[in-house]
T-cell receptor, first 115, second 114 residues
Framework: GQQLNQSPQSMFIQEGEDVSMNCTSS?????WLWYKQDPGEGPVLLIA?????ELTSNGRLTAQFGITRKDSFLNISASIPSDVGIYFC???????????????FGQGTILTVHP | EAQVTQNPRYLITVTGKKLTVTCSQN?????MSWYRQDPGLGLRQIYY???????DKGDVPEGYKVSRKEKRNFPLILESPSPNQTSLYFC?????????????FGQGTRLTVV
């Protein structure tokens, strides 16, 4: 099936630094979703992208839908300790078909922020 | 408050003892799914449901059953749990499928099978 590859797998940064992570696929996705999972909790949707080339912000977070439709990027500016968690990219597989609510997830990027 | 509620949050059981994890959503969503999360593998879909009485297999359905008798509920059933089903499980719901399929997740159920 379609797979999403996230990188990096983990990041250790200092508070105040900017963060970039990306997600790539061998096939086209028509929607890209970015989730954050806090320890012991379920994933929470951060940003949804529906159009190739789209750039969307949510506070200090900015995500972009790649022009090729095979990648997406998430940036976090001026990181703070509460940014700690696992960030997942996700999207409905079978672009052009019917996904029935199915999502394919990347493996996740574990973010650690040192005060 | 719009939410997806799973129970229990934590469960330890023995091999072969049937168990059910419940999931309920109050957003009138048509689509519901179950995922398992294992280290390094992200979230993998077990089963999904497009509406009442309509379910289908996801990527890792072996050893699991589901039912959708009511729109709001989507229980996950393990008829004969095995240790390789030790995992963190999430239920999710979304308004519709297709391209706009933002899913909302429950808080998770951590299952240990000994």
């Amino acid at each position: 099936g379609q797979q999403l590859n996230q990188s990096p797998q983990s990041m250790f940064i200092q508070e105040g630094e900017d963060v970039s992570m990306n997600c790539t696929s061998s096939s086209i996705f028509n929607t890209w979703l970015w989730y954050k999972q806090d320890p012991g909790e379920g994933p929470v949707l951060l940003i949804a992208l529906y159009k190739a080339g789209e750039l969307t912000s949510n506070g200090r977070l900015t995500a972009q839908f790649g022009i090729t439709r095979k990648d997406s990027f998430l940036n976090i500016s001026a990181s703070i300790p509460s940014d700690v968690g696992i960030y997942f990219c996700a999207g409905p597989p079978n672009a052009g078909g019917t996904s029935y609510g199915k999502l394919t997830f990347g493996q996740g990027t574990i973010l650690t922020v040192h005060p | 408050e719009a939410q997806v509620t799973q129970n229990p949050r934590y469960l330890i059981t023995v091999t072969g003892k049937k168990l059910t994890v419940t999931c309920s959503q109050n957003m009138n969503h048509e689509y519901m799914s179950w995922y398992r999360q294992d280290p390094g593998l992200g979230l993998r879909q077990i089963y999904y449901s497009m509406n009442v009485e309509v379910t289908d297999k996801g990527d890792v359905p072996e050893g699991y059953k589901v039912s959708r008798k009511e729109k709001r509920n989507f229980p996950l059933i393990l008829e004969s749990p095995s240790p390789n089903q030790t995992s963190l499980y999430f239920c999710a719901s979304s308004f519709r499928g297709g391209e706009n399929t933002e899913a909302f997740f429950g808080q998770g159920t951590r299952l240990t099978v000994v």
